[in-house]
């Protein structure tokens, strides 16, 4: 068994996942324009962007002998837990003979989901599969918060030194073993970024973008046009609605995603039922920076995206009542790099144009 | 006292349940108002109010709520249908309709109801999807329930009707209660069988007779604005026509019982099942699948079609219509693809 997974945000996590479970992994190629214009030709047209990446991905991956693709499902309404069924037949129908594992939550089908589960377990005891999903999770949570933090610097600093730690830590990961490994590059990155503090300015100073929107355009750098390095350019900091460590708390450990749900109650206001994907809780999100005191919304999404199109729907509806610019993005084949630039920029400026003018 | 006036927006769902609403608006002693047909005006508004890359059914749907709203109706009547089968819903674009409508058109003079609609099969006469319309029009219980049970009964009559073979757009211009009694009845007392069914209809030039499975929403199908008349088109083309709407409920069932997964869309489920009987069926010429700019389910339903349609040897054609389509776009392409099934099917 050959395996290979999907391209999205921090992909070391699901690679050192497989890989201490004893799988040979194949790491997925980082989506470009080849890619995606292989994803676009073989792709339904109306299918949303991040299908269409992955359709590119997948194909991409044949090229390596990948005979297993581990991917995960849902239950919907939003299309994207159907991706996998679609994906199967679009690669048969190309001539790849091709598995594709979808991990399904354990509510929808029960025996499917425990069959995954021991197919994927492999030759690994129990106990391993503990160790191995502790450790990962482990190294999820030190990623994303020295990720938060590189978003907060790279608004004061040199883009490309902050960059450099950030990749060099990566790499580093890469090596890792055991939670110990992971604890002693965590403090090693830690302390270097630290040494940068001093750079953030007076509270009163600072400028602050949540981005919210589409797990995956939110996630995945090269698929967003690198919105978070574009904001932080022109001395802002960046938060995302969306973490991996969120997903895996939302979705996999029970009970940990308490303050998840509370910020999904508050977008009640404006989307009252689930509709799927991660709408409400960006609406939520949304009220929630504005709590914490952000300037400005970022709200990204692929293009046709389902639920994400009623939450743009409501945006400005929220955005007058809450007092906190929104800006809606569209992501697909298509968008160029200068437009995205042009409209943050264009954005930005206006927050600290009204900003300044508050303050006269 | 003058009746309450009632608004129903002449979109989406309206087509596969309109009967019913008249009916339980009648029974409530309330005065149904539905919004006119499509025009272009009405489309314009529309699209002018919602979104520029959300699906043309939801910009029909905000243009059919404005122009409820010129008739100075006291309500709108907008369920947000969650459910109608168990594990299964409906596109997020129409469970979120209720909230898009309240949200993006703030001028908006009625006041909205919209109870959520979560019921086991596809009667939803339960009490409980009709809680928010019983309160706010304090309607007592055991009325509700009677005119419920009314209502029930004459949309069933109706759904008989649409599986013996008849097409929605057979009833979906008529408004008056009276006048829908009137044709159900007739219909049900009928020797002649309905189009689709019927062995001896006349063709143009009395060539071979075709017959089409046209896949595609309720919606989308009984829409004559929206879709330039094809039913229509297609009739007087010499064809049978085919809709979801006609196969029985066991035949969609044992279609998606074949899948590892069925989709999580109600209407795409039907479709889906239909479709896959048609495309086996010796006696369908070839399936058109008429879609809607931007519809989300139809982009995952549409690979798998086509994918399968192939696998049939079946012909197959996609047809997308959005705000722009040309009437004359429509008919070249269904011409085409009915002249060469008519030849093939001559040659053999």
């Known amino acids: ?360 | 006292m003058s009746k309450m006036k009632i608004g129903i927006p002449r979109a989406l769902l309206y087509y596969y349940y309109f009967p019913f609403w008249i009916k339980l608006f009648d029974e409530l002693n309330l005065e149904p108002v539905i919004s006119d047909n499509t025009s272009r005006e009405l489309l314009d508004k529309g699209v002018k109010n919602s979104l520029s890359e959300i699906c043309v059914p939801i910009k029909v749907m905000i243009g059919h709520v404005l122009n409820l709203d010129q008739k100075d109706v006291d309500y709108i009547f907008l369920p947000r249908f969650h459910s109608i089968r168990k594990g299964v819903v409906f596109c997020p674009k129409i469970i979120g309709l209720p909230d898009m409508v309240r949200h993006s058109l703030p001028r908006l003079q009625a006041e909205i109801i919209s109870d959520q609609i979560d019921s086991k099969s596809d009667n939803i006469a339960q009490l409980s999807n009709h809680q928010q319309l019983a309160e706010i029009l304090s309607i007592p219980k055991h009325k509700m329930k009677k005119a419920l049970k009314e209502a029930s009964n004459f949309w069933q009559r109706y759904r008989n009707l649409l599986y013996q073979g008849y097409l929605i757009n057979d009833f979906s211009r008529i408004e008056d209660l009276e006048v829908l009694e009137k044709l159900i009845s007739k219909f049900e007392n009928e020797k002649k069988l309905p189009q689709s069914q019927r062995k001896d209809i006349e063709t143009p030039g009395n060539e071979k007779i075709v017959d089409i499975a046209l896949i595609g929403y309720g919606y989308n199908l009984s829409d004559q604005y929206l879709n330039m008349d094809i039913l229509n088109k297609l009739k007087e083309m010499g064809v049978r026509v085919h809709t979801f709407s006609m196969a029985a409920a066991e035949i969609i069932e044992k279609e998606l019982a074949k899948l590892r997964k069925p989709m999580f869309w109600e209407f795409t489920n039907k479709l889906y099942g239909a479709a896959e009987h048609y495309l086996k069926n010796e006696q369908v010429d070839g399936v058109i699948y008429l879609t809607a700019f931007g519809c989300g389910p139809d982009s995952i339903l549409g690979q798998i079609l086509e994918v399968d349609a192939k696998e049939y040897d079946k012909a197959f054609m996609t047809l997308r219509i959005d705000e722009q389509t040309g009437e004359s776009h429509i008919i070249t392409r269904i011409e085409a693809f009915i002249d060469l099934l008519r030849l093939k099917k001559e040659n053999n």
Not at chain 1, 51 to 64: A, Q, S
Not at chain 1, 91 to 103: H, P, R, S, T, W
Not at chain 1, 163 to 181: G, L
Not at chain 1, 259 to 268: H, M, N, P
Request: net charge negative; hydrophobic share 40%.
């Open chain 1, 1 to 360: 068994m050959r395996l290979s997974f999907p391209y999205m945000g921090p992909t070391i996590v699901y690679k050192k996942l497989l890989e201490l479970l004893g799988h040979d992994v194949v790491m997925p190629p980082k989506p470009n324009k080849e890619i995606i214009d292989l994803g676009v030709k073989y792709s339904p047209e109306f299918a949303c962007f991040p299908f269409k990446v992955i359709t590119g991905i997948y194909l991409k991956l044949m090229e390596k002998w990948v005979d297993t693709l581990v991917t995960s499902g849902g239950h919907g309404p939003c299309r994207a837990g159907y991706f996998g069924e679609v994906h199967k037949k679009i690669l048969q129908d190309l001539g790849y003979d091709v598995e594709i594992i979808v991990i399904d939550s354990p509510h929808d089908d029960y025996k499917y989901f425990y069959e995954v589960i021991k197919r994927l377990k492999g030759d690994s005891s129990w106990l391993q599969v503990g160790r191995v999903i502790k450790t990962v999770y482990q190294l999820t949570k030190v990623l994303d918060e020295i990720e938060k933090k590189v978003e907060i610097l790279r608004a004061y600093n040199d883009k490309g030194t902050i960059n450099r730690i950030w990749m060099d830590a990566q790499e580093e990961f890469y090596q890792i073993k055991n939670t110990a490994d992971i604890k002693r590059i965590k403090n090693k990155y830690l302390n270097k970024l630290a040494k940068f503090d001093k750079s953030i300015p007076a509270e009163a100073e600072r400028y602050r973008i949540g981005i919210i929107g589409e797990i995956y355009v939110v996630l995945e750098q090269s698929i967003n046009n690198q919105i978070e390095e574009k904001v932080n350019r022109f001395g802002f900091e960046v938060e995302r609605s969306q973490y991996l460590t969120d997903w895996i708390r939302e979705n996999i450990f029970p009970f940990t995603g308490k303050d998840l749900e509370e910020i999904e109650k508050k977008g009640e206001e404006f989307i009252e039922a689930d509709i799927g994907g991660h709408a409400r809780s960006n609406m939520g999100h949304a009220i929630d920076f504005k709590e914490k005191g952000f300037d400005g919304i970022i709200h990204l999404k692929p293009f046709g995206c389902l639920p994400e199109l009623v939450s743009q729907s409501v945006a400005d509806d929220l955005s007058e009542k809450y007092e906190i610019p929104v800006l809606s993005i569209t992501i697909d084949e298509q968008t160029a790099d200068a437009n995205v630039l042009t409209r943050v920029e264009a954005f930005l400026d206006m927050i600290k144009e009204k900003d300044y003018r508050e303050v006269m």
